[in-house]
């Protein structure tokens, strides 16, 4: 149970599924799908681990209940590890043999194998920097190359939108809680935020991986957003909250509309035009 993660490279493996096409499709930096099969959960943002698993198990067809229960039950029975405590040992360990070899192996045997180990040693992290460096390099390009919509202004996506999508669906409801109404948005993918002001125009806002943006709506507030892929979106006031998990995991464009007079929002969803 300790080791539940490398079912997740094994599944994806057998689908035939690159983990650029996971990274593209869900907005996951590359590098920290890469410490989930590598079961490397100290590298990741705690916060998020669990929408990671959930939204990589999603792309290769696992149950997500099930393997959140078994990262729940492995989190819990396996208390981290004292460091410190295991390099204390271990380098304790190693003088004790440095120690014993003196007293058994002739010295001229002991410089030879010492000269040795070091070379080694410097070989291994050579190519151990070497291998950080490509990995480095291939990250920023695959990075790059999914995101080219960055270059555009607000006004080319909104043209884009308006001229290549269609609307497919809308719903309106009503707040029930007093005004001030903020909006906030939680991403764990990058995401694309276009603003209309009270002059109709466009200002576009980039979230990375982690960051968040809260809206308040003074009399109306109209944005839109890319994808809602491992996004969450939440409406509070007056010590209410409305979550709007129907809206989230949406990998198309989306227009989110809160008015304080009449007291509503409004959601709209959009399709590519086929």
Known sequence: MAEFYKILKKTRIQQGIELEEIQNRTKINISFLHALENGEFEL???????????????????????????????????????????????????????????????????????????????????????????????????????????????????????????????????????????????TVSRLLILTLDDINNFSKITLNSGENKIFRVDKELNLTLDHTQNVVLAIHGDSNEILLEKFQNYHEPIKISISVNPPVYSIKQYSLKK
Do not use: C, M
Request: a positive charge; proline letters at 6%; charged letters at 25%.
């Open 44 to 186: 990741l943002p705690e916060p998020y681990i669990r929408l990671f698993l959930k939204a990589y198990a999603n792309e290769v067809g696992l149950n997500t209940e099930k393997l959140l229960g078994l990262f729940e039950q492995t989190s819990q029975s396996s208390p981290p590890k004292s460091k410190g405590k295991e390099k204390a040992e271990s380098k304790k360990h190693i003088a004790t043999k440095i120690e014993n070899e003196k007293n058994i192996i002739p010295p001229l045997i002991t410089h030879k194998k010492s000269r040795e180990k070091i070379i080694k040693s410097v070989l291994l992290l050579s190519l151990w920097i070497f291998g950080l460096y490509i990995i480095h390099k291939i990250t920023n390009s695959t990075e790059k190359q999914s995101k080219p919509e960055t270059e555009l202004t607000a006004d080319e996506y909104i043209e884009i939108l308006n001229t290549q999508y269609h609307e497919i669906n809308k719903e309106e409801h009503q707040i029930f809680f007093t005004s001030p109404y903020f909006l906030t948005i939680k």
